[in-house]
């Protein structure tokens, strides 16, 4: 089983024309080599590879916290949809979308990363008989669930936390005995300690 392995580095800068429907459109049908490393040209191999010997297509990114996973896996989907999304426009933005709600409930403020993922994520691209895209599937699984009663100093609790303190209203704070994060011990609120 052949293994193409990109190596890629977050620049911690916006870099649109490397991700450009202009780069798009030149990755498509290229042999791997023929044209610099892109994360484009993973995403076409495999969609060729997934035509031609009729199976299955696997593109596992990862990486250390702020290295770029979520961002390579938005460019692999975006490819994806617009090379052969058959009106996949709707698709795309449903699986795009459901990131902030699964980043609410499994991404954390690290020292390292203001938005580092403390969870696992699988996803699916599904393709019709015409290989164009037709639906997808995200699932996922929480890594850290010691995040709930503990944190490193300078580090914080998932984000929906601090979403559900900012969006309570006075009746919900009061019933749910919420109140700034700083004034109360987040293992109490929660009553898990794992």
């Known amino acids: 089983m052949l293994q193409i392995i990109l190596v890629s580095i977050n620049p911690y800068e916006s870099l649109d024309e490397l991700y450009s429907n202009e780069t798009i459109a030149k990755y498509q049908g290229k042999s791997l080599g023929s044209l610099p490393p892109h994360i484009f040209a993973i995403a076409d191999k495999a969609h060729r590879d ?20 979520t961002e390579s896996q938005k460019y ?7 090379r052969w999304g058959a009106s996949a426009g709707p698709i795309e933005q449903k699986l795009l979308d459901a990131n902030p709600i699964l980043e609410a ?23 019709g008989k015409q290989h164009t895209v037709v ?10 669930k010691s995040r709930l009663c503990h944190q490193n100093p300078g580090e914080r609790n998932y984000h929906v936390f601090y979403q559900l303190l900012a969006g309570a209203d006075d ?21 898990v300690c794992m």
Not at 50 to 69: P, T, Y
Not at 105 to 127: D, L, P, Q, Y
Not at 135 to 144: N, P, Q, T
Not at 179 to 189: E, G, I, K, R, Y
């Open 105 to 127: 409930f499994g991404n954390a403020k690290t020292m390292r990363n203001n938005n580092s993922s403390r969870f696992g994520k699988f996803v699916e691209i599904h393709f």
């Open 135 to 144: 639906g997808g599937f995200v699932s996922h699984y929480l890594l850290e």
């Open 171 to 191: 009746a919900l704070s009061e019933r749910l005995g919420l109140a700034s994060p700083d004034t109360f011990n987040v293992c109490l609120l929660f009553n």
């Open 76 to 82: 692999i989907l975006r490819y994806l949809c617009d």
């Open 50 to 69: 997934l035509n031609r010997n009729k199976e299955s297509q696997s593109i596992i990114v990862s990486g250390e916290s702020g290295a770029g996973k």
